[in-house]
């Protein structure tokens, strides 16, 4: 886009005489001039407007079919689809107690955690995994030792329909369900889940379908997500459906479901270069303003759980020197200000690749000290933990991934980061399936399989995360909680419960009752 075709249609905005829509904003139709839609009010004030494109009602939706039952993923251990008998309203499964940010350390139920795992950002999406194959991915993901998953949000037609808000201001139930789903899988094989609200980068509805959907042929830039007040309101409906919702299965609030680690503004937050300093403001400072806005919104909806930006961990406050080829990563070149951005987080993020940020092989590990220990460093002064949110290595990089990640591992440890994700790790995979965006042809050469043809990085991922689960499990003291709320413990174990497959064998369900305790 020109300058002159930026100018003129900027100039357009701030007029408030943008193209004319009909939209359905949370309900109500807001036909006009988006400009004239002010900031909080649609989120407080009207009722959202939900919509089911998936061919049946919620009793057709989770009853298991035949398709489902000869589903190649069904042979798990549970030999029942548990998840399609929604248990008593109330019932959190196996995780008890929210995650808290006390210090520069993460705690659960007053005792120090941190976590490893991998991006899931495919799990919500019913076009990659049925239901069926999303428990036996979970199975496996615990089974690897899989604390944290990371899910990303999903957006307009950006994936085969139904997306979880396919239009301004209308929400797929459907979509919505299956991210119930997600968290009801998660919470049975103690997995916690990161959820994304927004993405800089184009796939499952990126910020620029996002501007382009309000504004269509304009070729507005994508940051006039950030700026826009249409946009901006549109965004925060969105986040209050998720955030307000009650879960179809369980029956119980996002708000007070602690499977949920934490609500994540977006997904590698950037602006194009030099676009601040184009408009005689300092760097990164156009999404710290919105960061800034966001955050006090996502809070006003949830006490409860943490929030993490998503943003890599560049910052803007290092002037570049002449020649030097890694100043990008803290002269606000990319429009980040880490820092200005991190006051409003719990809880600290980066993200490293080094082979993306065109490191050779016999240089990444410039990125300890001056990189990864330097934003512990920072992220510690400021009284904040510090999580390692992404880190990943294209196939061919190196031989293996394996030292890689032995390196990355083992600075996480002694650094004292409060966990890690990997990307990204896929379960099992099966020979003629089409795996899309999260599988072997993602595109980027990122991801690899626990098992299968291609395994290059698991054996040190499930090493890293095993152990780093067995320590917080140690610290975990014996619990009599049953896993539904309507009979205690005792009753449980007079029934013989306690040697059902299931829930009752795990650590953390009815321990004392079931003879787990010792005297």
């Known amino acids: 886009m020109t300058r002159l075709t930026s100018v003129v249609a900027f100039i357009l905005l701030s007029l408030h005489v943008s193209v004319h829509l009909d939209v359905y904003a949370f309900g109500v139709a807001q036909s006009g001039i ?37 589903d190649p ?9 548990a998840y399609y008998k929604p248990p008593t309203p109330g019932n959190v499964y196996k995780n008890t107690g929210f ?18 795992g991998t991006n899931a950002f495919y799990a919500a999406l019913d076009y990659i995994m049925s239901e069926a194959e999303l428990k036996y991915m979970m199975r496996e993901q615990a089974r690897a030792g899989t604390s944290v998953i990371r899910v990303f949000s999903s957006f307009f037609d950006s994936v085969p329909p139904p997306s979880m808000m396919p239009e301004y201001g209308v929400f797929s139930e459907s979509a919505l369900r299956r991210l119930d789903l997600v968290l009801v899988e998660a919470a049975k094989r103690n997995i916690r889940v990161i959820i994304v ?29 950030y700026i826009d007040p249409y946009i901006r309101d549109q965004w925060k409906g969105f986040v ?34 030099g676009w601040d300093k184009a408009r005689g403001r300092l760097p990164g400072a156009t999404i710290c303003d919105w960061v800034a806005e966001m955050s006090a919104f996502v809070r006003s909806q949830d006490g409860n759980h943490l929030l993490t930006i998503g943003d890599e961990g560049m910052r803007a406050d290092v002037p570049a020197r002449p020649g030097d080829s890694r100043a990008w990563i803290n002269d606000g070149t990319e429009g980040v200000d880490w820092l200005c951005n991190l006051q409003y987080a719990d809880v600290a993020t980066v993200h490293l690749y080094p082979d993306a940020w065109a490191f050779s092989p016999a240089e990444y590990q410039w990125l ?8 512990r460093d920072l992220a510690w002064a400021r009284g904040k933990p510090i999580i390692l949110e992404e880190y990943g290595m294209r196939r061919g990089w190196m031989d293996s991934r394996e030292a890689y990640f032995g390196w990355v591992q083992s600075l996480v440890s002694s650094l004292g980061f409060a966990g890690s994700l990997v990307w990204a790790a896929a379960h099992e995979p099966r020979e003629g399936y089409d795996y899309g965006y999260h599988g072997y042809n993602d595109g980027q050469g990122y991801v690899f399989g626990l098992s299968g043809a291609d395994t290059d990085g698991a054996a040190s991922v499930v090493r890293f ?39 009752f064998m795990e650590a953390g369900v009815c321990d004392w009752s079931c003879g787990r305790c010792g005297t």
């Open 34 to 70: 988006h400009g004239e839609v002010k900031c909080g009010e649609l989120a407080s004030s009207i009722t959202p407007r939900t919509i089911d494109r998936s061919g049946g009602d919620i009793a057709t939706r989770n009853s298991p079919t035949t398709t489902q039952r000869n």
């Open 73 to 81: 993923f069904s042979d798990d251990d549970d030999g029942e689809f």
């Open 99 to 116: 995650v808290k940010a006390e210090g520069t350390r993460l705690t659960l139920n007053g005792l120090p955690y941190e976590f490893g």
């Open 197 to 225: 609200l927004s993405n800089y980068w184009n796939f499952l509805g990126g910020m620029q379908k996002f501007v382009d959907v309000a504004y269509p042929s304009m070729g507005l830039p994508l940051e006039t997500f």
């Open 240 to 273: 209050s459906v998720v955030l307000g919702r009650r879960n179809s299965i369980t029956g119980v609030a996002y708000r007070d479901d602690p499977t949920i680690f934490s609500y994540e503004l977006a997904n590698e937050p950037r602006t194009s270069k």
């Open 368 to 375: 300890g000290p001056n990189y990864l220990q330097d934003r």
């Open 465 to 503: 995360n095993r152990a780093v689960k067995s320590r917080i499990d140690a610290e975990v003291p014996c619990l009599d909680v049953p896993p539904d709320g309507q009979w205690g413990c005792k009753q449980q174990s007079e029934w013989g419960k306690c040697v059902e497959r299931g829930g």
